[in-house]
């Protein structure tokens, strides 16, 4: 292949060298072009906790689902609840889909390319998904669980004040005075605020197309 930098249009010839420091035999020049049509469609699905000779079984695929504004993607799996080794403990939360969260990675260095004779398209790929295990079930278990539990104490000061006061003398105030925001803080509140944005944006539905080529890593 002929090397040179991404740019439109064919690029120049540069000599190849091997480790050696001599030039390569040269079997097959293309010209290579690089397209932006595409470039903000496509973007690249990595499991880095799977190894090659073990992917994830899509026909077992129930949902998958983007949040567009957050960068957000999750896949949920079916999992076989039939099997001898599905949760034998007895737990509260027993899920039956496993799901995989994304991590976004920015400004990646990679492009798809197809080859048409004597020419090599490439179309630079824009983002790169990381998808991992999540543990969201169990967290929104421990929120129920917190939540309950302010419920008891709540209830529990509003007995203590229904009931009347023995001693009716006059009780000091306490006062507090709330200091002005360190940047910390400001910070602090900022990420809350886009967090919070990112958890109300809602969740649109994807439809996944398997590929009818098997490839090879």
């Known amino acids: 292949p002929t090397y040179g930098p991404m740019a439109d249009g064919p690029l120049q010839d ?71 080794q599905y ?21 990646p260095n990679y492009a798809i390319g197809m080859l048409r004779g004597s020419e090599l398209h490439l179309t630079p790929v824009t983002s790169i998904y990381q998808l991992r295990p999540s543990f969201g079930h169990i967290d929104k278990a421990d929120e129920e669980m917190k939540k309950e539990k302010k419920k008891e104490e709540k209830e529990e000061e509003k007995e203590e004040a229904s009931r009347p006061d023995e001693d009716e003398t006059a009780r000091p105030v306490q006062v507090q005075f709330r200091r002005r925001e360190t940047p910390r803080q400001a910070a602090a509140l900022n990420l809350a605020a886009q967090r919070k944005a990112e958890e109300d944006e809602p969740w649109r539905p994807l439809a996944f197309y398997a590929s009818p080529h098997t490839v090879n890593p």
């Open 14 to 84: 540069d000599v190849v060298m091997n480790g050696d420091g001599e030039p390569d035999e040269i079997v097959r020049e293309f010209d290579v072009y690089i397209s932006q049509e595409l470039a903000s469609q496509l973007s690249l699905l990595q499991f880095p906790l799977r190894p090659p000779w073990r992917p994830y079984d899509m026909n077992q695929l129930a949902e998958f689902r983007v949040k567009p504004k957050a960068n957000k993607l999750e896949m949920d799996f079916k999992l076989d609840t039939d099997n001898s």
């Open 87 to 107: 949760f034998n403990e007895e737990v509260q939360v027993k899920p039956v889909c496993h799901t995989l969260s994304s991590t976004l990675l920015q400004r």
